[in-house]
């Protein structure tokens, strides 16, 4: 099992730019989240997804937005990127009785 | 607003010595408390989880939880340079990993 992938690893994006994080796991999970972390801060929620069709909004959902079209995958769109939006993003993955399964993250630039 | 509290550090401790983390949380209905490790430039690994009062043993870690005082902590016994690493404390208000809310982590530097 590669447990779970995101790319793209890096990104530096322009102001007022868009892009889709990429993000799939091959475990079967349920259970899918998206996290941002800046600089010394722990994680926050951006969205997370109890299952394929099913999404809401997490703490810091704004300038976001998500789909779950597929059990695997789960990507986060970004419309008009924000320097706000510099940050490290993880993808993470759960189901019961197992610890929660992160990605190696993609570290987002907006300039 | 649900919130989770850490001291951000640095912690610094000699080597072979007892690493003592604290986290406080506001939530009084949360069930779930976990402590992840992350090395810098790395993604998180849950290293403990405890659900209940008490102390939860494994390996050199032992997580401590007082849901009263709405405290959690990790020690860390005979502290090795490996351990050196942000430590995050969560808090979920479900039995499981459903909706964690995170702490801002404390960073835990081992001297040799």
């Known amino acids: 099992n590669a447990g779970v992938t995101q790319t793209p690893k890096f990104r530096i994006l322009k102001i007022g730019q868009s892009m889709t994080l990429q993000c799939t796991q091959d475990?079967?999970?349920?259970?899918m989240y998206w996290y941002r972390q800046d600089p010394g801060m722990g994680l926050k929620l951006i969205y997370y997804?109890?299952?394929?069709?099913?999404?809401d909004k997490g703490e810091v959902p704004n300038g976001y937005n998500v789909s779950r079209s597929t059990t695997e995958d789960f990507p986060l769109r970004l419309e008009l990127a924000a320097p706000s939006q510099t940050s490290v993003y993880f993808c993470a993955s759960w189901t019961a009785n197992s610890p929660l399964h992160f990605g190696n993250g993609t570290r987002l630039t907006v300039t | 607003q649900k919130e989770v509290e850490q001291n951000s550090g640095p912690l610094s401790v000699p080597e072979g010595a007892i690493a003592s983390l604290n986290c406080t949380y506001s939530d009084r209905g949360s069930q779930s408390f976990f402590w992840y490790r992350q090395y810098s430039g790395k993604s998180p690994e849950l290293i403990m989880s405890i659900y209940s009062n008490g102390d939860k043993e494994d390996g050199r870690f032992t997580a401590q939880l007082n849901k009263a005082s709405q405290y959690v902590s990790l020690l860390i016994r005979d502290s090795q340079p490996s351990d050196s690493a942000t430590y995050l404390c969560a808090v979920s208000a479900n039995f499981g990993n459903e909706k964690l809310t995170f702490g801002t982590g404390t960073r835990l530097t081992i001297i040799p």
């Open positions: 997804s109890v299952g394929a069709g099913i999404t």
């Open positions: 475990m079967n999970h349920n259970y």
